[in-house]
């Protein structure tokens, strides 16, 4: 089984609860997740590879993280907005 690479979340400059929000789950999930005590079940597997697959191209195309002064309640639309702007379905 592949491991999937959680650090992602962090160099993409994204909080855990903004992650869990993009992948319509819990942000205790998504911390069983990045600390390793669990893994994505396999209905939703596909979906959250895609969408890490999603931010590690935002941060090679620096459209990820986003700047720093950008005030909290615009980052989640921004968020959405690069995530919108892949051409990777996030729900195969």
């Given at each position: 089984m592949?491991?999937?690479d959680f650090t992602v979340i962090e160099r993409a400059g994204l909080t855990q609860?903004?992650?869990?929000d993009?992948?319509?789950v819990s942000r205790i999930t998504t911390n069983k997740w990045v600390v390793g005590k669990m893994n994505p079940h396999r209905y939703i597997k596909k979906r959250?590879?895609?969408l890490l697959g999603v931010l590690e191209?935002?941060?090679e195309?620096?459209?990820l993280p986003l700047p720093s002064g950008m005030p909290k309640h615009k980052r989640p639309e921004a968020i959405r907005a690069v995530?919108?702007?892949s051409q990777v379905a996030l729900n195969p």
């Open positions: 592949t491991k999937l609860q903004e992650f869990a993009a992948a319509d959250i590879t895609a191209t935002a941060i195309e620096d459209r995530i919108r702007a």
